[in-house]
């Protein structure tokens, strides 16, 4: 008897506070309903928009490194995901590493032109290599630009067909040791312009199977022994980039033989080498407009010279990326070359130190040197890790102003000065120093400045740094930043 009467309380007691939460349950559901009908009365003005502006929108949203981006917006709400799902733009261009994700982004691509950046990891027997070939073949004549690349002991797509006539840009790059190369029967890329090659030790194999005769650009990241062969192969080559690559190629003095290579449409030159005296030798470029080398102390200047002379070409722009070197040196570049660079109407110089600097704004503010670059119009100095002097700086483009042009335009006056300083900016405490007294020359020089502006001159000047925990260095390019604010 005893304990029926405590289960019998027990449930009453139960009972009763399942009466207490469902009061509260009751009273919690109109309040949810309440709330749900004040949001579906809220009007969201994005989600009012015509699908069209959507989709204009997230084409504009979404990055040109698009690995995640189409993600993004499919997640964010149904409306957007349907927008997403029927906006071919956002899937027509795919940086990948996986196949799958590939398979399910093209088809919703509509019919555009694809890109595809793509790294393999994949062996050639496994069921994602051949789904690679598959999608690269089916879609064949769709691909406008193919980025390719190996990565440890993966291999590139060799069983592939149909022809690629919208290839515009193929790029191979061979990471993996025992990589091997993508066989393409690329003559059957009529619209192939652009290619870029860094396959390592099967570079050999590419010589016969793409179509050389046709290439406007190309990029090698090869040895001497490898661009010697193909370039012959390029007469309407217009733009050609060679990187450092001798580490892993065969040195110049063990070639036994290099042809002259004459390429009468190449307007182009960038050489990102070390050594690229050694390979100027053997080219000829007539029509060579804009030079980009890696200058170094042990510059060959007779070489050079050779060069250009032989070439005939009158050179309008050049960037210099510098090396530690003494401060005249870049001067006795442009001196020594006066006549084969007398035509450079725009320079370029990165990473210069401030010894170089101050030396090269010398030789162009004196009035002896008439013909130092003559015909200069626009002056860039760019990635600079120190603080410069203010009045070097307006004495140099004051002088470059002032010149009178001669009617054969063989002297002309600076139009454009940019200054950009780089993301490792260093600083001592004579740069403090000196930072005071550019503060203290600040208005004399913000009235020349204007001077020169007024004049025509246009006065750009940048920082690519984000974080700085040095104040002087902060103050240092807060000063010329300053300057520039209230110049404009």
């Known amino acids: 008897m005893l304990s029926s009467r405590l289960h019998r309380a027990r449930l009453a007691q139960i009972?009763?506070?399942?009466?207490?939460?469902?009061?509260?349950?009751?009273?919690?559901?109109?309040?949810?309903?309440?709330?749900?009908?004040?949001?579906?009365?809220?009007?969201?003005?994005?989600?009012?928009?015509?699908?069209?502006?959507?989709?204009?929108?997230?084409?504009?949203?979404?990055?040109?490194?698009?690995?995640?981006?189409?993600?993004?917006?499919?997640?964010?709400?149904?409306?957007?995901?349907?927008?997403a799902l029927s906006t071919c733009w956002l899937f027509n261009r795919v940086m990948s590493r996986h196949v799958d994700q590939l398979a399910s982004w093209i088809p919703l691509s509509g019919n555009l032109p694809l890109t595809l950046d793509f790294i393999?990891?994949?062996?050639?027997?496994?069921?994602?290599?051949?789904?690679?070939?598959?999608?690269?073949s089916?879609?064949?004549?769709?691909?406008?630009?193919?980025?390719?690349?190996?990565?440890?002991?993966?291999?590139?797509p060799i069983h592939l067909s149909g022809t690629f006539s919208s290839l515009i840009t193929l790029s191979i790059e061979s990471f993996g040791s025992s990589a091997e190369p993508m066989v393409i029967p690329m003559l059957q890329a009529p619209r192939l312009v652009e290619l870029k090659l860094d396959s390592g030790r099967v570079m050999s194999l590419w010589e016969t199977i793409l179509p050389w005769t046709q290439l406007t650009k190309l990029?090698?990241?090869?040895?001497?022994?490898?661009?010697?062969?193909?370039?012959?192969?390029?007469?309407?080559?217009?733009?050609?980039?060679?990187?450092?690559?001798?580490?892993?190629?065969?040195?110049?003095?063990?070639?036994?033989?290099?042809p002259m290579i004459v390429l009468p449409q190449l307007h182009t030159l960038d050489f990102f080498l070390t050594d690229c005296c050694d390979l100027i030798q053997y080219l000829t470029l007539p029509a060579l407009e804009n030079l980009t080398i890696h200058f170094t102390p042990s510059w060959n200047w007779d070489m050079m010279e050779l060069f250009v002379q032989r070439s005939r070409c009158t050179v309008r722009n050049i960037e210099l990326w510098v090396e530690i070197m003494e401060a005249d040196l870049i001067v006795d570049f442009f001196e020594d070359l006066q006549w084969p660079l007398s035509s450079v109407r725009q320079l370029t110089i990165n990473t210069p130190t401030q010894n170089m600097l101050l030396s090269l704004f010398d030789a162009l503010s004196d009035d002896d040197r008439v013909q130092f670059l003559p015909v200069l119009e626009t002056l860039k100095i760019g990635d600079v890790q120190f603080n410069i002097p203010l009045i070097p700086i307006v004495d140099m483009l004051s002088a470059r102003m002032q010149r009178v042009p001669d009617k054969d335009g063989n002297v002309a006056n600076l139009k454009s000065f940019e200054l950009t300083f780089g993301s490792e900016l260093s600083s001592t405490r004579d740069d403090a120093e000196l930072d005071e007294h550019m503060d203290s020359q600040m208005e004399e020089v913000l009235e020349q400045l204007r001077r020169l502006q007024s004049g025509g001159l246009r006065v750009d000047i940048q920082s690519t740094f984000k974080h700085m925990g040095d104040a002087i260095a902060l103050n240092a390019v807060h000063t010329f930043l300053q300057l520039f604010i209230r110049l404009c």
């Open 219 to 258: 990029e090698l990241n090869e040895g001497l022994e490898h661009w010697s062969q193909f370039l012959p192969r390029t007469p309407n080559l217009e733009v050609l980039r060679i990187t450092d690559s001798f580490r892993d190629g065969v040195p110049p003095n063990q070639i036994q033989f290099i």
């Open 120 to 136: 393999s990891y994949y062996p050639p027997s496994s069921h994602e290599f051949r789904l690679l070939c598959q999608l690269l």
């Open 138 to 156: 089916a879609y064949s004549g769709r691909w406008r630009s193919l980025t390719l690349a190996t990565m440890q002991n993966g291999v590139l």
């Open 15 to 83: 009972e009763q506070h399942m009466l207490v939460l469902e009061n509260q349950m009751t009273l919690l559901r109109a309040e949810k309903e309440t709330i749900e009908n004040d949001l579906a009365a809220i009007v969201y003005p994005v989600l009012t928009l015509p699908n069209e502006i959507t989709s204009q929108i997230f084409v504009h949203y979404v990055n040109d490194q698009r690995i995640h981006s189409p993600q993004c917006l499919l997640s964010v709400c149904s409306s957007w995901r349907q927008v």
